[in-house]
Protein backbone atom coordinates (compact mmCIF):
# COMPACT_ATOMS: atom_id res chain seq x y z
CA UNK A 1 0.00 0.00 0.00
CA UNK A 2 1.10 3.62 -0.80
CA UNK A 3 0.16 6.62 0.86
CA UNK A 4 1.40 8.98 -2.17
CA UNK A 5 -1.14 6.66 -4.56
CA UNK A 6 -3.72 6.20 -2.39
CA UNK A 7 -3.58 10.07 -1.80
CA UNK A 8 -3.24 10.84 -5.30
CA UNK A 9 -6.67 8.73 -6.04
CA UNK A 10 -8.77 10.27 -3.19
CA UNK A 11 -7.99 13.54 -4.79
CA UNK A 12 -8.40 12.44 -8.22
CA UNK A 13 -11.56 11.51 -7.43
CA UNK A 14 -12.48 14.44 -6.33
CA UNK A 15 -11.42 16.18 -9.17
CA UNK A 16 -13.59 13.83 -11.21
CA UNK A 17 -16.85 14.97 -8.94
CA UNK A 18 -16.28 18.23 -9.69
CA UNK A 19 -16.84 17.79 -13.63
CA UNK A 20 -20.35 16.78 -13.33
CA UNK A 21 -21.54 20.28 -11.88
CA UNK A 22 -18.94 21.57 -14.16
CA UNK A 23 -20.68 19.75 -16.99
CA UNK A 24 -24.33 21.31 -15.85
CA UNK A 25 -22.88 24.24 -15.90
CA UNK A 26 -20.79 24.52 -19.45
CA UNK A 27 -24.43 22.47 -20.59
CA UNK A 28 -26.67 25.03 -18.20
CA UNK A 29 -25.37 28.30 -20.21
CA UNK A 30 -26.14 26.59 -23.51
CA UNK A 31 -29.91 26.06 -22.98
CA UNK A 32 -32.22 29.02 -22.91
CA UNK A 33 -32.96 30.71 -19.33
CA UNK A 34 -36.14 28.82 -18.70
CA UNK A 35 -34.77 25.94 -18.83
CA UNK A 36 -31.63 26.21 -16.69
CA UNK A 37 -32.17 24.66 -13.79
CA UNK A 38 -33.74 21.67 -15.43
CA UNK A 39 -30.40 20.95 -17.03
CA UNK A 40 -28.24 21.56 -13.52
CA UNK A 41 -30.73 19.12 -11.95
CA UNK A 42 -30.80 16.62 -14.72
CA UNK A 43 -27.14 16.73 -13.66
CA UNK A 44 -26.58 17.10 -10.46
CA UNK A 45 -29.60 14.54 -9.56
CA UNK A 46 -27.01 11.83 -10.70
CA UNK A 47 -24.25 12.81 -8.07
CA UNK A 48 -26.97 11.41 -5.94
CA UNK A 49 -28.74 8.63 -7.60
CA UNK A 50 -25.80 6.62 -9.05
CA UNK A 51 -23.73 8.09 -6.42
CA UNK A 52 -25.65 5.53 -4.23
CA UNK A 53 -26.55 2.97 -6.84
CA UNK A 54 -22.96 2.53 -7.36
CA UNK A 55 -22.29 1.44 -3.57
CA UNK A 56 -25.22 -0.70 -3.27
CA UNK A 57 -25.27 -2.96 -6.72
CA UNK A 58 -23.23 -0.71 -9.56
CA UNK A 59 -19.94 -1.40 -8.41
CA UNK A 60 -20.47 -5.08 -8.32
CA UNK A 61 -22.04 -5.40 -11.35
CA UNK A 62 -19.40 -3.29 -13.66
CA UNK A 63 -15.99 -5.16 -11.15
CA UNK A 64 -17.28 -7.95 -9.52
CA UNK A 65 -14.72 -10.43 -11.27
CA UNK A 66 -16.69 -12.87 -13.59
CA UNK A 67 -17.04 -13.85 -17.00
CA UNK A 68 -19.91 -13.04 -19.13
CA UNK A 69 -22.19 -10.01 -19.26
CA UNK A 70 -21.69 -8.25 -16.22
CA UNK A 71 -20.10 -8.85 -12.76
CA UNK A 72 -22.94 -9.59 -10.75
CA UNK A 73 -23.94 -9.45 -7.44
CA UNK A 74 -20.58 -10.60 -5.44
CA UNK A 75 -19.80 -7.37 -4.35
CA UNK A 76 -23.05 -5.74 -3.88
CA UNK A 77 -23.49 -3.29 -0.93
CA UNK A 78 -19.71 -3.33 -1.18
CA UNK A 79 -19.47 -7.07 0.05
CA UNK A 80 -16.02 -7.72 0.46
CA UNK A 81 -14.83 -4.00 -0.78
CA UNK A 82 -12.64 -3.09 1.79
CA UNK A 83 -9.55 -1.11 2.74
CA UNK A 84 -7.03 -3.62 1.82
CA UNK A 85 -5.80 -3.37 -2.35
CA UNK A 86 -7.41 -5.32 -4.57
CA UNK A 87 -4.24 -6.21 -6.60
CA UNK A 88 -5.64 -6.97 -10.13
CA UNK A 89 -7.24 -3.25 -10.30
CA UNK A 90 -4.76 -1.30 -8.07
CA UNK A 91 -1.99 -3.10 -6.16
CA UNK A 92 -1.07 -0.13 -4.17
CA UNK A 93 -4.31 1.59 -2.79
CA UNK A 94 -7.07 0.51 -0.56
CA UNK A 95 -10.36 -1.22 -2.69
CA UNK A 96 -12.36 1.71 -1.41
CA UNK A 97 -10.14 4.43 -2.75
CA UNK A 98 -10.82 2.52 -6.78
CA UNK A 99 -14.44 2.10 -6.24
CA UNK A 100 -15.01 5.65 -5.44
CA UNK A 101 -12.52 6.89 -8.04
CA UNK A 102 -14.89 4.72 -10.23
CA UNK A 103 -17.99 5.90 -8.26
CA UNK A 104 -17.36 9.32 -10.45
CA UNK A 105 -16.98 7.74 -13.65
CA UNK A 106 -20.46 5.96 -13.55
CA UNK A 107 -22.19 9.71 -12.22
CA UNK A 108 -21.09 11.55 -14.94
CA UNK A 109 -21.60 9.30 -17.71
CA UNK A 110 -25.06 9.55 -17.69
CA UNK A 111 -24.97 13.22 -16.97
CA UNK A 112 -23.44 13.77 -20.76
CA UNK A 113 -26.32 12.15 -22.21
CA UNK A 114 -28.01 15.30 -20.72
CA UNK A 115 -27.35 17.42 -23.79
CA UNK A 116 -28.92 15.63 -26.67
CA UNK A 117 -32.62 15.85 -24.97
CA UNK A 118 -32.35 19.72 -22.79
CA UNK A 119 -35.02 21.37 -22.79
CA UNK A 120 -37.95 19.05 -23.02
CA UNK A 121 -38.09 15.64 -21.27
CA UNK A 122 -40.48 15.15 -18.19
CA UNK A 123 -37.70 15.25 -14.98
CA UNK A 124 -39.65 11.82 -13.60
CA UNK A 125 -39.16 9.83 -16.80
CA UNK A 126 -34.93 11.38 -16.87
CA UNK A 127 -34.57 10.20 -13.44
CA UNK A 128 -36.24 6.38 -14.27
CA UNK A 129 -34.45 6.45 -17.74
CA UNK A 130 -31.27 7.16 -16.17
CA UNK A 131 -30.84 4.53 -13.36
CA UNK A 132 -31.95 2.06 -15.71
CA UNK A 133 -29.44 2.99 -18.21
CA UNK A 134 -26.50 3.38 -15.39
CA UNK A 135 -27.48 -0.19 -14.95
CA UNK A 136 -28.17 -1.88 -18.16
CA UNK A 137 -25.92 0.09 -20.01
CA UNK A 138 -22.69 1.65 -18.47
CA UNK A 139 -22.37 -1.22 -16.12
CA UNK A 140 -21.72 -4.19 -18.17
CA UNK A 141 -19.91 -2.09 -20.77
CA UNK A 142 -17.75 -0.76 -17.71
CA UNK A 143 -17.17 -4.79 -16.68
CA UNK A 144 -16.43 -5.89 -20.62
CA UNK A 145 -13.83 -3.31 -21.27
CA UNK A 146 -12.51 -3.12 -17.11
CA UNK A 147 -13.93 -5.50 -15.14
CA UNK A 148 -12.02 -8.67 -14.51
CA UNK A 149 -12.94 -11.17 -16.68
CA UNK A 150 -14.55 -8.87 -19.56
CA UNK A 151 -14.09 -9.73 -23.02
CA UNK A 152 -12.77 -6.29 -24.44
CA UNK A 153 -10.32 -6.14 -21.90
CA UNK A 154 -9.29 -9.94 -22.76
CA UNK A 155 -9.22 -9.04 -26.11
CA UNK A 156 -6.81 -6.56 -25.46
CA UNK A 157 -8.53 -2.88 -26.16
CA UNK A 158 -7.01 -0.22 -24.89
CA UNK A 159 -9.26 2.04 -22.97
CA UNK A 160 -7.07 4.17 -20.75
CA UNK A 161 -9.58 6.67 -19.08
CA UNK A 162 -12.99 5.57 -20.48
CA UNK A 163 -13.16 6.73 -24.44
CA UNK A 164 -15.32 3.80 -25.06
CA UNK A 165 -17.18 3.30 -21.84
CA UNK A 166 -17.70 6.78 -20.84
CA UNK A 167 -17.89 8.63 -24.15
CA UNK A 168 -18.68 6.43 -27.14
CA UNK A 169 -21.49 5.17 -25.09
CA UNK A 170 -22.82 8.09 -23.72
CA UNK A 171 -22.58 9.88 -27.33
CA UNK A 172 -24.46 6.72 -28.88
CA UNK A 173 -27.12 6.84 -26.21
CA UNK A 174 -27.10 10.81 -27.09
CA UNK A 175 -27.71 10.06 -30.36
CA UNK A 176 -30.31 7.84 -29.81
CA UNK A 177 -32.74 9.86 -27.49
CA UNK A 178 -32.16 12.87 -29.81
CA UNK A 179 -33.58 10.79 -32.53
CA UNK A 180 -36.75 9.08 -30.30
CA UNK A 181 -37.71 12.51 -28.61
CA UNK A 182 -37.98 14.47 -31.29
CA UNK A 183 -36.69 17.90 -31.82
CA UNK A 184 -37.67 20.80 -29.51
CA UNK A 185 -40.73 22.79 -31.00
CA UNK A 186 -39.78 25.86 -32.90
CA UNK A 187 -35.66 24.83 -33.54
CA UNK A 188 -35.19 25.26 -36.87
CA UNK A 189 -31.61 23.38 -37.82
CA UNK A 190 -30.31 26.38 -36.13
CA UNK A 191 -29.13 26.72 -32.13
CA UNK A 192 -31.34 29.01 -30.09
CA UNK A 193 -28.47 31.43 -29.19
CA UNK A 194 -26.58 30.17 -25.39
CA UNK A 195 -28.50 32.73 -22.87
CA UNK A 196 -25.30 32.54 -20.29
CA UNK A 197 -22.08 31.92 -22.58
CA UNK A 198 -19.86 32.72 -19.15
CA UNK A 199 -21.63 29.97 -17.59
CA UNK A 200 -20.21 27.56 -20.52
CA UNK A 201 -16.57 29.02 -20.25
CA UNK A 202 -16.70 28.55 -16.41
CA UNK A 203 -18.26 24.63 -17.19
CA UNK A 204 -15.36 23.91 -19.27
CA UNK A 205 -12.61 25.13 -17.43
CA UNK A 206 -13.85 23.01 -14.57
CA UNK A 207 -14.26 20.11 -17.22
CA UNK A 208 -10.74 20.70 -18.25
CA UNK A 209 -9.24 21.29 -14.40
CA UNK A 210 -11.60 18.35 -13.45
CA UNK A 211 -10.01 15.68 -16.41
CA UNK A 212 -6.47 15.92 -14.95
CA UNK A 213 -8.52 13.45 -12.27
CA UNK A 214 -10.35 11.48 -14.61
CA UNK A 215 -6.86 11.11 -17.44
CA UNK A 216 -4.09 11.15 -14.73
CA UNK A 217 -5.93 9.46 -11.93
CA UNK A 218 -6.76 6.58 -14.22
CA UNK A 219 -3.31 5.76 -13.72
CA UNK A 220 -4.16 4.70 -9.73
CA UNK A 221 -0.66 5.41 -8.82
CA UNK A 222 1.43 8.88 -8.92
CA UNK A 223 3.28 7.46 -10.83
CA UNK A 224 5.14 7.61 -14.54
CA UNK A 225 1.90 7.01 -16.45
CA UNK A 226 -0.02 9.50 -14.43
CA UNK A 227 2.23 12.01 -15.37
CA UNK A 228 2.14 11.26 -19.16
CA UNK A 229 -1.57 11.18 -19.05
CA UNK A 230 -1.24 14.75 -17.09
CA UNK A 231 0.67 16.43 -19.88
CA UNK A 232 -0.92 14.62 -22.89
CA UNK A 233 -4.48 15.48 -21.37
CA UNK A 234 -3.43 19.21 -21.44
CA UNK A 235 -1.81 19.47 -24.55
CA UNK A 236 -4.27 17.96 -26.56
CA UNK A 237 -6.73 20.42 -24.89
CA UNK A 238 -4.90 23.06 -26.46
CA UNK A 239 -4.10 22.36 -29.62
CA UNK A 240 -8.00 21.30 -30.23
CA UNK A 241 -9.45 24.85 -28.72
CA UNK A 242 -6.91 26.44 -30.90
CA UNK A 243 -7.89 24.44 -33.88
CA UNK A 244 -11.47 25.32 -32.94
CA UNK A 245 -10.85 28.80 -32.86
CA UNK A 246 -8.86 28.61 -36.02
CA UNK A 247 -11.60 27.13 -37.64
CA UNK A 248 -14.10 29.34 -36.89
CA UNK A 249 -11.82 32.48 -37.89
CA UNK A 250 -11.24 30.74 -41.28
CA UNK A 251 -15.49 29.80 -42.01
CA UNK A 252 -17.20 32.55 -40.38
CA UNK A 253 -14.42 35.59 -39.64
CA UNK A 254 -14.40 35.36 -35.87
CA UNK A 255 -12.84 33.25 -33.52
CA UNK A 256 -15.62 32.68 -30.56
CA UNK A 257 -15.44 31.88 -27.02
CA UNK A 258 -18.24 29.06 -26.99
CA UNK A 259 -16.67 27.22 -29.81
CA UNK A 260 -13.11 27.64 -28.33
CA UNK A 261 -14.57 25.81 -25.13
CA UNK A 262 -15.82 23.77 -27.19
CA UNK A 263 -13.04 22.52 -29.45
CA UNK A 264 -10.96 22.40 -25.46
CA UNK A 265 -13.75 19.67 -24.60
CA UNK A 266 -13.41 17.78 -27.53
CA UNK A 267 -9.82 17.55 -27.53
CA UNK A 268 -10.29 16.41 -23.56
CA UNK A 269 -12.72 13.87 -24.65
CA UNK A 270 -10.32 12.20 -27.56
CA UNK A 271 -7.37 12.36 -25.05
CA UNK A 272 -9.22 10.00 -22.76
CA UNK A 273 -8.27 6.65 -24.29
CA UNK A 274 -4.87 7.50 -25.25
CA UNK A 275 -3.45 9.34 -22.39
CA UNK A 276 -2.24 6.53 -20.70
CA UNK A 277 -0.68 4.97 -23.90
CA UNK A 278 0.24 7.59 -26.51
CA UNK A 279 3.36 10.24 -26.50
CA UNK A 280 2.90 14.24 -26.62
CA UNK A 281 3.44 15.11 -30.28
CA UNK A 282 0.77 12.32 -31.51
CA UNK A 283 -1.43 14.43 -28.52
CA UNK A 284 -1.03 17.33 -30.66
CA UNK A 285 -2.29 15.48 -33.38
CA UNK A 286 -5.18 13.92 -31.72
CA UNK A 287 -6.47 17.14 -30.75
CA UNK A 288 -6.36 18.88 -34.31
CA UNK A 289 -8.05 16.20 -35.80
CA UNK A 290 -10.82 15.96 -33.22
CA UNK A 291 -11.72 19.27 -33.47
CA UNK A 292 -11.79 19.10 -37.47
CA UNK A 293 -14.61 16.11 -36.45
CA UNK A 294 -16.46 17.43 -34.61
CA UNK A 295 -16.86 20.90 -36.35
CA UNK A 296 -17.95 19.44 -39.10
CA UNK A 297 -20.30 17.08 -37.29
CA UNK A 298 -21.91 20.15 -35.54
CA UNK A 299 -21.70 23.04 -37.89
CA UNK A 300 -22.47 20.56 -41.37
CA UNK A 301 -23.54 17.18 -40.91
CA UNK A 302 -26.29 17.64 -37.92
CA UNK A 303 -28.15 20.32 -39.60
CA UNK A 304 -27.62 18.66 -42.26
CA UNK A 305 -29.79 14.90 -41.30
CA UNK A 306 -31.55 17.39 -39.50
CA UNK A 307 -31.72 16.09 -35.60
CA UNK A 308 -31.56 17.80 -32.91
CA UNK A 309 -28.81 16.92 -30.44
CA UNK A 310 -29.53 20.11 -28.24
CA UNK A 311 -26.08 20.69 -27.18
CA UNK A 312 -24.21 18.26 -29.07
CA UNK A 313 -23.69 15.62 -26.70
CA UNK A 314 -23.38 13.08 -29.56
CA UNK A 315 -21.51 15.59 -32.04
CA UNK A 316 -18.33 16.20 -29.24
CA UNK A 317 -18.55 13.25 -27.30
CA UNK A 318 -19.76 10.28 -29.87
CA UNK A 319 -17.48 11.85 -32.65
CA UNK A 320 -14.64 12.83 -30.42
CA UNK A 321 -15.05 9.78 -28.31
CA UNK A 322 -14.91 7.62 -31.52
CA UNK A 323 -11.92 9.29 -33.18
CA UNK A 324 -9.52 9.06 -30.18
CA UNK A 325 -10.34 4.77 -29.16
CA UNK A 326 -9.17 4.90 -32.94
CA UNK A 327 -6.07 7.29 -32.38
CA UNK A 328 -5.09 4.95 -29.77
CA UNK A 329 -5.14 2.10 -32.05
CA UNK A 330 -3.03 4.82 -33.96
CA UNK A 331 -0.91 5.57 -31.86
CA UNK A 332 -0.27 3.99 -28.71
CA UNK A 333 3.46 2.80 -28.44
CA UNK A 334 5.19 0.73 -25.97
CA UNK A 335 7.81 3.53 -25.63
CA UNK A 336 5.22 5.75 -23.82
CA UNK A 337 3.80 2.81 -21.66
CA UNK A 338 5.64 -0.11 -21.43
CA UNK A 339 2.23 -1.73 -20.01
CA UNK A 340 0.26 -0.69 -23.15
CA UNK A 341 0.60 -1.99 -26.35
CA UNK A 342 2.43 -0.59 -29.80
CA UNK A 343 -0.64 0.54 -32.28
CA UNK A 344 -0.75 1.08 -36.50
CA UNK A 345 2.52 3.70 -36.71
CA UNK A 346 4.80 1.57 -34.59
CA UNK A 347 4.05 -1.49 -36.57
CA UNK A 348 1.07 -3.61 -35.29
CA UNK A 349 -1.93 -3.13 -37.60
CA UNK A 350 -3.87 -5.86 -35.11
CA UNK A 351 -4.51 -2.85 -32.22
CA UNK A 352 -6.51 -0.78 -34.36
CA UNK A 353 -8.70 -3.84 -35.07
CA UNK A 354 -8.83 -4.30 -31.45
CA UNK A 355 -10.02 -0.75 -31.17
CA UNK A 356 -12.12 -0.98 -34.03
CA UNK A 357 -14.07 -4.06 -32.33
CA UNK A 358 -14.32 -1.88 -28.78
CA UNK A 359 -16.45 1.20 -30.70
CA UNK A 360 -18.49 -1.33 -32.92
CA UNK A 361 -19.55 -3.45 -29.41
CA UNK A 362 -19.87 -0.31 -27.42
CA UNK A 363 -22.14 1.22 -30.60
CA UNK A 364 -24.23 -1.45 -30.98
CA UNK A 365 -24.95 -2.22 -27.36
CA UNK A 366 -25.49 1.10 -26.32
CA UNK A 367 -27.37 2.34 -29.06
CA UNK A 368 -29.55 -1.10 -28.65
CA UNK A 369 -30.28 -0.70 -25.23
CA UNK A 370 -30.70 2.74 -25.09
CA UNK A 371 -33.87 2.13 -27.75
CA UNK A 372 -35.29 -0.40 -25.66
CA UNK A 373 -34.77 1.44 -21.91
CA UNK A 374 -36.44 4.58 -24.03
CA UNK A 375 -39.55 3.09 -25.21
CA UNK A 376 -39.94 1.57 -21.86
CA UNK A 377 -39.95 4.57 -20.33
CA UNK A 378 -41.78 6.04 -22.25
CA UNK A 379 -44.44 3.78 -22.44
CA UNK A 380 -44.70 3.58 -18.56
CA UNK A 381 -44.26 7.17 -17.79
CA UNK A 382 -43.94 9.00 -21.24
CA UNK A 383 -41.04 10.81 -21.49
CA UNK A 384 -41.38 14.18 -23.37
CA UNK A 385 -43.25 17.25 -21.79
CA UNK A 386 -46.42 18.93 -23.02
CA UNK A 387 -46.12 21.47 -25.14
CA UNK A 388 -47.31 24.09 -22.83
CA UNK A 389 -44.55 23.13 -20.37
CA UNK A 390 -42.10 22.69 -23.10
CA UNK A 391 -43.21 26.66 -23.50
CA UNK A 392 -43.11 27.83 -20.09
CA UNK A 393 -39.65 25.81 -19.40
CA UNK A 394 -38.47 23.06 -17.24
CA UNK A 395 -37.68 25.29 -14.63
CA UNK A 396 -41.05 26.49 -13.34
CA UNK A 397 -43.00 23.19 -14.56
CA UNK A 398 -40.77 20.05 -13.41
CA UNK A 399 -39.10 22.27 -10.40
CA UNK A 400 -41.16 25.02 -9.44
CA UNK A 401 -38.66 27.03 -9.58
CA UNK A 402 -37.16 29.88 -11.59
CA UNK A 403 -33.72 30.89 -12.10
CA UNK A 404 -33.70 34.41 -12.34
CA UNK A 405 -36.23 37.18 -11.00
CA UNK A 406 -37.28 39.59 -12.93
CA UNK A 407 -38.32 42.04 -10.41
CA UNK A 408 -36.75 41.25 -6.75
CA UNK B 1 -50.34 57.94 -36.25
CA UNK B 2 -50.77 55.25 -33.65
CA UNK B 3 -48.92 53.42 -31.17
CA UNK B 4 -49.74 49.71 -30.79
CA UNK B 5 -48.74 47.74 -28.01
CA UNK B 6 -49.53 43.96 -27.59
CA UNK B 7 -48.70 41.88 -24.57
CA UNK B 8 -48.18 37.99 -25.92
CA UNK B 9 -46.77 35.10 -24.70
CA UNK B 10 -42.90 34.57 -24.85
CA UNK B 11 -42.84 31.59 -27.34
CA UNK B 12 -44.89 33.30 -30.09
CA UNK B 13 -42.06 36.24 -30.79
CA UNK B 14 -40.76 34.73 -33.33
CA UNK B 15 -43.99 34.12 -35.27
CA UNK B 16 -45.52 37.42 -34.15
CA UNK B 17 -42.20 39.05 -36.20
CA UNK B 18 -42.37 36.57 -39.46
CA UNK B 19 -46.32 38.02 -39.26
CA UNK B 20 -45.22 41.72 -38.80
CA UNK B 21 -42.21 41.91 -41.22
CA UNK B 22 -44.39 39.66 -44.13
CA UNK B 23 -46.94 42.79 -43.79
CA UNK B 24 -43.78 45.36 -44.63
CA UNK B 25 -44.23 46.22 -40.28
CA UNK B 26 -40.41 46.25 -39.60
CA UNK B 27 -39.77 48.35 -36.49
CA UNK B 28 -40.34 47.23 -33.44
CA UNK B 29 -39.51 47.27 -29.28
CA UNK B 30 -39.36 44.22 -27.38
CA UNK B 31 -39.14 43.98 -23.45
CA UNK B 32 -39.70 41.33 -20.97
CA UNK B 33 -42.31 42.24 -18.62
CA UNK B 34 -44.27 40.30 -15.53
CA UNK B 35 -48.10 39.75 -15.88
CA UNK B 36 -51.23 37.71 -15.92
CA UNK B 37 -54.91 37.99 -17.03
CA UNK B 38 -57.29 35.50 -16.52
CA UNK B 39 -54.41 32.91 -16.22
CA UNK B 40 -53.32 32.17 -12.73
CA UNK B 41 -49.35 32.48 -12.20
CA UNK B 42 -47.31 28.94 -11.64
CA UNK B 43 -47.05 28.05 -7.67
CA UNK B 44 -43.04 28.43 -6.93
CA UNK B 45 -41.01 26.45 -4.24
CA UNK B 46 -37.90 27.56 -2.48
CA UNK B 47 -36.21 25.63 -0.37
CA UNK B 48 -39.80 23.69 0.65
CA UNK B 49 -41.37 26.80 0.87
CA UNK B 50 -44.55 27.54 -1.59
CA UNK B 51 -45.02 30.77 -2.84
CA UNK B 52 -48.45 31.03 -5.02
CA UNK B 53 -49.57 33.85 -7.48
CA UNK B 54 -46.38 34.32 -8.87
CA UNK B 55 -46.52 36.49 -12.14
CA UNK B 56 -46.03 35.03 -15.69
CA UNK B 57 -43.47 36.01 -17.92
CA UNK B 58 -44.83 38.19 -21.43
CA UNK B 59 -43.35 40.28 -24.44
CA UNK B 60 -44.77 43.53 -24.35
CA UNK B 61 -44.29 44.63 -28.02
CA UNK B 62 -44.32 48.48 -28.84
CA UNK B 63 -44.92 49.43 -32.36
CA UNK B 64 -45.63 53.14 -33.53
CA UNK B 65 -47.37 53.07 -37.18
CA UNK B 66 -49.10 55.45 -39.68
CA UNK B 67 -52.76 54.92 -39.45
CA UNK B 68 -53.08 52.57 -42.66
CA UNK B 69 -50.56 50.09 -40.71
CA UNK B 70 -52.72 49.86 -37.82
CA UNK B 71 -54.89 46.61 -39.20
CA UNK B 72 -52.13 44.97 -40.88
CA UNK B 73 -50.19 44.99 -37.51
CA UNK B 74 -53.09 43.94 -35.39
CA UNK B 75 -53.67 41.29 -38.10
CA UNK B 76 -49.88 40.09 -37.80
CA UNK B 77 -50.18 39.98 -34.08
CA UNK B 78 -53.22 38.27 -33.71
CA UNK B 79 -52.57 35.74 -36.41
CA UNK B 80 -49.21 35.01 -35.02
CA UNK B 81 -49.77 35.26 -31.31
CA UNK B 82 -52.98 33.24 -31.03
CA UNK B 83 -53.07 29.29 -29.52
CA UNK B 84 -56.68 29.69 -28.36
CA UNK B 85 -55.48 29.10 -24.60
CA UNK B 86 -56.17 32.02 -22.08
CA UNK B 87 -53.04 34.19 -22.22
CA UNK B 88 -52.61 34.48 -25.69
CA UNK B 89 -52.54 38.44 -24.36
CA UNK B 90 -53.55 41.79 -25.41
CA UNK B 91 -53.28 44.47 -28.08
CA UNK B 92 -53.85 48.11 -26.93
CA UNK B 93 -54.13 50.94 -29.80
CA UNK B 94 -53.17 54.25 -28.40
CA UNK B 95 -53.31 57.99 -30.60
CA UNK B 96 -49.83 58.99 -30.65
CA UNK B 97 -49.14 62.66 -30.32
CA UNK B 98 -46.28 63.65 -32.29
CA UNK B 99 -42.97 61.26 -33.14
CA UNK B 100 -39.32 62.69 -34.02
CA UNK B 101 -36.12 60.76 -35.68
CA UNK B 102 -33.04 61.24 -33.15
CA UNK B 103 -31.03 61.34 -36.26
CA UNK B 104 -32.59 63.90 -38.86
CA UNK B 105 -35.31 66.01 -36.42
CA UNK B 106 -38.30 64.54 -38.58
CA UNK B 107 -41.29 64.82 -37.35
CA UNK B 108 -44.68 62.66 -38.18
CA UNK B 109 -44.93 59.81 -40.55
CA UNK B 110 -41.19 60.85 -42.19
CA UNK B 111 -40.33 60.03 -38.77
CA UNK B 112 -42.29 56.82 -38.30
CA UNK B 113 -41.35 54.61 -41.10
Known amino acids: ?408 | MKLVIAIIQPHRLEAVKAELYKREVNLLTVSEVLGHGRQKGIAEVYRGVKETGNLLKKIRLEIAVNDNFVEPTVEAICKGARTGETGDGKIFILPLERCVRIRTGEEGREAIG
Open chain 1, 1 to 408: MSSGDTGFVLVSAALVLLMTPGLAFFYGGMVRRKNILGVLMQCCILLCAVGVQWVLFGYSLSFAPAEGFWGGLAWAGLAGVGLEPYADYAATIPHQAFMVFQAMFAVITPALVVGAFAERMKFSAFLLLMLLWATFIYDPIAHWVWGLGGWLRDLGALDFAGGTVVHINAGTAALVCALLIGRRRGYDNKPNPPHNVPFIVLGAALLWFGWFGFNAGSALAANGPAVNAFVVTNTAAAMAGLVWAILEWLVNGKPTMFGTVTGAVAGLVAITPAAGFVSVLPAIAIGAVVSLLCFLAVTVVKPRLGYDDSLDAFGVHGIGGIWGALATGLWASKAANPAGADGLFFGNPGQLVNQLIAVGATVAYSGAGTFVLYKAVDFVVGVRVSEKEEHVGLDLTQHHEGAYTVLE
